[in-house]
């Protein structure tokens, strides 16, 4: 829960438009071999998509499987006009999904049952679970759409559906931070019947990841809100909120966060299955 010293969550959503013809391209994106930053001054209404099924909605897709890069998941942020949506949401079967809201407000039907989501409203929809998503407001909303190919196991159930709001879960101190970085988890990390994770993270101002992670989980970072200075694999990189962080497998990270407010991202990461061989390879 939010303690009454703690700020109320802030989440960037200001998507589109088009700058002046007289502005100086100076943007900071950059495509790696391990990374890909894209910043919020590219996410242009030029670089937007349209999706089968889904009405007066278009699409910033941030990443999509690339063989050779990240490989897992997808990231798109969804803008939903006046009466838009989708009564097919996901056109495959097998994938689950997460919703994360930033902006306005949507109704997710699942199962016969209704839940609205407002800006932090969290919602994990299981793989086949035919959802529906709705604008029924008189404003447009706008909410990030992370999906990902389930991985079954056999002996496991397949996980349950999550509606809820960030402002509703009590975010996890990393040993020894004194609460100066924290982890906002909306699944049980004990639950091995989730294949992914997806987290809000918070630093407050000063805190750092003080060692270069390197680990198998690939990731998508989204700034919600701040900036900071963020390592990843050689590089010092600037990202402030709005900012979209793209890491492969092993890309070595680490973060500053330099203030003079809190630096929080929304993280996505693979997570609790072996390694899958190639068929050539068995």
């Not at 950059?30 to 930053?37: K, L, N, R």
């Not at 490989?71 to 056109?91: K, V, Y």
């Not at 604008?135 to 992370?146: E, G, K, M, Y």
């Not at 960030?166 to 996890?172: D, F, G, I, L």
Request: hydrophobic share 40%; glycine share 10%; charged share 20%.
């Amino acid at each position: 829960m939010t303690s009454p010293m703690t700020p109320p969550p802030s989440y960037y959503a200001a998507m589109g438009g088009h700058p002046p013809q007289t502005q100086v391209m100076t943007d900071r994106a950059v495509f790696t071999e391990a990374y890909a930053v894209i910043p919020k001054g590219v996410m242009r209404d030029i670089v937007t998509s349209v999706l089968p099924f889904w009405r007066d909605t278009r699409a910033w897709v941030l990443a999509r499987p690339m063989t050779g890069f990240a490989e897992t998941f997808a990231q798109s942020i969804l803008e939903i006009g006046l009466g838009g949506g989708s009564d097919r949401p996901e056109p495959d079967a097998g994938v689950q999904g997460v919703l994360f809201v930033v902006a306005g407000q949507v109704r997710v039907t699942l199962g016969g049952a209704d839940h609205d989501l407002a800006p932090g409203g969290f919602a994990y929809l299981p793989a086949g679970s035919g959802w529906t998503i709705a604008n029924v407001t008189d404003a447009p909303a706008r909410l990030h759409w992370i999906r990902k190919r389930y991985e079954a196991v056999e002996g496991l159930g397949l996980p349950d559906p999550i509606f809820t709001n960030e402002t509703r879960v009590a975010p996890n101190a990393m040993p020894g931070t004194e609460g100066k970085w924290a982890t906002t988890r909306f699944v049980d990390p004990a639950d091995l019947r989730h294949d992914m994770h997806v987290n809000v993270v918070t630093f407050e101002p000063g805190a750092c990841i003080p060692f270069a992670e390197t680990h198998v989980m690939e990731h998508g970072l989204y700034v919600l809100e701040g900036k900071a200075v963020y390592r990843l694999n050689r590089d010092w990189v600037e990202v402030e909120a709005g900012d979209f962080m793209w890491l492969r497998a092993f890309c070595p990270q680490a973060c500053y966060a330099g203030g003079p407010g809190r630096f929080r991202y929304l993280l996505y990461k693979d997570v609790n299955r072996h390694a899958v061989f190639p068929s050539a390879l068995r």
